[in-house]
């Protein structure tokens, strides 16, 4: 299974962009997805998770300003980044928990990052 990010770049102060993560392979379900970042000298953090029931979780520096969304369909999952701040510049990356349908084993996987950057 691969994760394929896209949809960052560079944004003024207070706008916005959308992430998309889409998930590829055979034989395989996902479960909960989400969105993690990373900044020049810290930790990966969580941004947004879902799971496969729809129920989700921020952190709570993005809550009202970020919305995620997922289509079980198309395996992919989103992320509605508004109201962008100069502290939401990182990469974020996205994560998924993905069950092999052959060998019922559940893996997690991760995208590849893509850059956002929130400057003026």
């Known amino acids: 299974v691969q994760l394929q990010a896209s949809g960052g770049g560079l944004v003024q102060p207070g706008g916005s962009l959308r992430l998309s993560c889409a998930a590829s392979?055979?034989?395989?379900?996902?479960?909960?997805m989400g969105w993690y970042r990373q900044a020049p000298g810290n930790q990966r953090e969580l941004v947004a998770t879902i799971a496969n029931g729809g129920s989700t979780n921020y952190a709570d520096p993005v809550k009202g300003r970020f919305t995620i969304s997922g289509d079980n369909a198309k395996n992919t999952v989103y992320l509605q980044m508004n109201v962008l701040k100069p502290d939401d510049t990182a990469v974020y990356y996205c994560n998924a928990y993905v069950a092999d349908r052959t060998t019922m084993k559940l893996y997690n996987y991760w995208g590849q990052g893509t850059q956002v950057t929130v400057s003026s």
């Open positions: 392979g055979s034989d395989f379900s996902t479960g909960t």
